[in-house]
T-cell receptor, first 110, second 114 residues
Framework: RKEVEQDPGPFNVPEGATVAFNCTYS??????FFWYRQDCRKEPKLLMS???SGNEDGRFTAQLNRASQYISLLIRDSKLSDSATYLC???????????FGSGTQLTVLP | DAGVIQSPRHEVTEMGQEVTLRCKPI?????LFWYRQTMMRGLELLIY????????DSGMPEDRFSAKMPNASFSTLKIQPSEPRDSAVYFC????????????FGSGTRLTVV
């Protein structure tokens, strides 16, 4: 079983739609969780951290369920510029060793 | 801050040749990571350093791969001899040793071995 599993997509949604991505992780001792965004032929960039109480950053909402070892990302009112691959990221081993999911590809259509 | 700087951006080499990838982490960041990304396998951690010391190299595919960090501002990843299956994008990332464990990535080196 992979340490971090994501729905690979692709997700093709119209502008303005709400889209949700899910992720599960296998290491119950994990403490840090993130969503990264990667544009085509670019490096991954931090989108947001994920906190136990859930957190929101504008149109983006992240949720964490430790009991189910499940992380989600919700994007509301999607924009063309949201088109990218979204990577679920979890720490494993040392606090500074992150494991990346394989990513979910999103295309927002005009 | 200039961010994490990697060079070269692109490298095309013939099978059997030695390839050296370079990385300069963000000043003050004490942890440095080398990742490889392919379509088939996604992002794979190859090796990481804390305070210039290699901590975990279990992700290094085989003896043809080696990495060094001679000082806090420079690291290299070397492949000798290179093979076509080494073709990938190689990313370097850094993070502060104290707290906040998100990484900042460099722009990557796209390696093609023909």
């Amino acid at each position: 079983r992979k340490e971090v599993e994501q729905d690979p997509g692709p997700f093709n949604v119209p502008e303005g739609a709400t889209v949700a991505f899910n992720c599960t992780y296998s290491n119950s001792a994990s403490q840090s969780f993130f969503w990264y965004r990667q544009d085509c032929r670019k490096e991954p960039k931090l989108l947001m951290s994920v906190y136990s109480s859930g957190n929101e950053d504008g149109r983006f909402t992240a949720q964490l369920n430790r009991a189910s070892q499940y992380i989600s990302l919700l994007i509301r009112d999607s924009k063309l510029s949201d088109s990218a691959t979204y990577l679920c990221v979890v720490n494993s081993g040392s606090a500074r060793q992150l494991t990346f999911g394989s990513g979910t590809q999103l295309t927002v259509l005009p | 801050d200039a961010g994490v700087i990697q060079s070269p951006r692109h490298e095309v080499t013939e099978m059997g040749q030695e390839v050296t990838l370079r990385c300069k982490p963000i000043s003050g960041h004490n942890s440095l990571f080398w990742y490889r990304q392919t379509m088939m396998r996604g992002l794979e951690l190859l090796i990481y350093f804390n305070n210039n010391v290699p901590i975990d190299d279990s992700g290094m595919p085989e003896d043809r791969f080696s990495a060094k960090m001679p000082n806090a501002s420079f690291s290299t990843l070397k492949i000798q001899p290179s093979e076509p299956r080494d073709s990938a994008v190689y990313f370097c990332a850094s993070t502060p040793l104290e707290g906040g464990s998100s990484y900042t990535f460099g722009s990557g080196t796209r390696l093609t071995v023909v």
